[in-house]
């Protein structure tokens, strides 16, 4: 207790807790409440994305000669490394749906109106990198799902008026995927 | 918290409380604070164990096979070249490499690095006067790898040997001899 009073103090501990705990919330009756956890829900496996994601990178390799066999590495001889994979893997799928319900609460509940247009546009802007993310992790495990999956998700690129063509060299780092044959 | 589902605190409505009551707001708040810290801890070991646990990993020991021990006779040292496969992690690595066998009475064995501790020239077994001579610089070491003239700051560097049955084994890991 002596050490929390001590941070307490220090640091803005309480304001957090408040932030966290007691935020103020027009319907917090009822299961509408829960929608307001939405956000929460999608920063929580943001966090988990990103420590996940950090100690994966401690032993993946992002190249065409290793990735698959680092990824077979980390689920077979690593201490927790299926758990740690799975988490990420499942992590990525459930990012993109909890942000993609969030938008809806926000958009349906109209919490995108003034003064929080800002915040609607910055919603935006991560909702694009969310996907972002989610399309270019899916090719690490390089694995046939991933090649293929990557193959389409470019040639779609690919097929834009005009600018297509190069959109897709942009997206595959050269005119074809993985190493020169 | 206010309301008619009753609370601890002094809203319209609320009865006082004794200390030992708690109201629904500070139950749903401890519990949420027990699971928040329950998944906390089964989500940082399992990060934990991940981070630390190549210290702890067991690592493979790459013992060479050298051919049978009695191939090696007493007071003539002799260059054996071999090839060691190494295994880390996903990947597979030759190396070829050679060591200097040297045995007295062909039951104990020394092996050699066959880098001079000078510079890391590969030295030669000269027979006429039992002793191996660094060319670049004429450091000199004795059979049991002392030096006995020359810029050689220390004598040459071992590797472990054991036998195995019939068979004579090193790990080519050079250990210095002080």
């Known amino acids: 207790m002596k050490a929390y009073e001590w941070a307490r103090e220090r640091t803005g501990l309480d304001q957090i807790w408040t932030a966290l705990m007691e935020r103020k919330i027009p319907e917090a009756r009822g299961w509408v409440g829960l929608l307001y956890t939405l956000g929460s829900a999608t920063m929580m496996i943001f966090t988990v994305q990103a420590v996940t994601g950090f100690l994966l990178a401690t032993n993946y390799v992002p190249s065409p000669d290793h990735a698959y066999d680092s990824v077979r590495y980390i689920d077979s001889q690593v201490l927790f490394g299926r758990v740690v994979r799975g988490l990420h893997h499942w992590g990525a799928t459930f990012m993109v749906v909890f942000a993609v319900l969030h938008m809806m609460r926000v958009y349906f509940m109209g919490s995108y109106k003034y003064p929080r247009e800002a915040t609607w546009m910055a919603g935006v802007g991560l909702l694009l990198l969310v996907l972002g993310f989610s399309f270019t992790g899916y090719l690490l495990p390089w694995d046939q799902k991933a090649y293929w999956a990557t193959v389409v998700g470019t040639t779609i690129a690919g097929t834009t008026p005009f600018v297509g063509a190069m959109i897709a060299d942009i997206l595959r780092g050269s005119d074809g995927m993985g190493p020169r044959p | ?178």
């Not at chain 2, 013992?63 to 295994?87: M, S, Y």
């Not at chain 2, 000199?140 to 002392?146: H, N």
């Not at chain 2, 560097?157 to 195995?164: H, M, R, S, V, W």
């Open chain 2, 1 to 178: 918290m206010s309301g008619p589902d009753g609370c601890g605190c002094a809203g319209k409505g609320c009865t006082e409380k004794t200390p030992e009551e708690i109201g629904r707001r500070a139950f749903l708040t401890r519990t949420i604070v027990a699971l928040s810290a329950v998944i906390t801890a089964a989500l940082s070991t399992t990060g934990l164990g991940y981070f630390v646990s190549p210290a702890f990993q067991r690592r493979d020991e790459d013992w060479v096979d050298l051919g049978r021990a009695g191939d090696f006779k007493a007071g003539a040292p002799r260059l054996v070249e071999f090839t060691q496969r190494k295994r880390d992690a996903w990947v597979t690595s030759e190396r070829r490499s050679a060591a200097w066998v040297v045995t007295s009475d062909g039951k104990t064995f020394t092996a050699f690095d066959p880098r001079c501790t000078h510079l890391g020239c590969p030295y030669r077994w000269d027979a006429g006067s039992s002793r191996f001579i660094c060319p670049c610089h004429t450091a000199v070491f004795g059979p049991d790898g002392k030096v006995l003239s020359g810029p050689a700051p220390r004598p040459l560097d071992q590797y472990q040997t054991k036998l195995e049955g019939s068979r004579l084994a090193i790990l080519p890991k050079a250990e210095q001899i002080t």
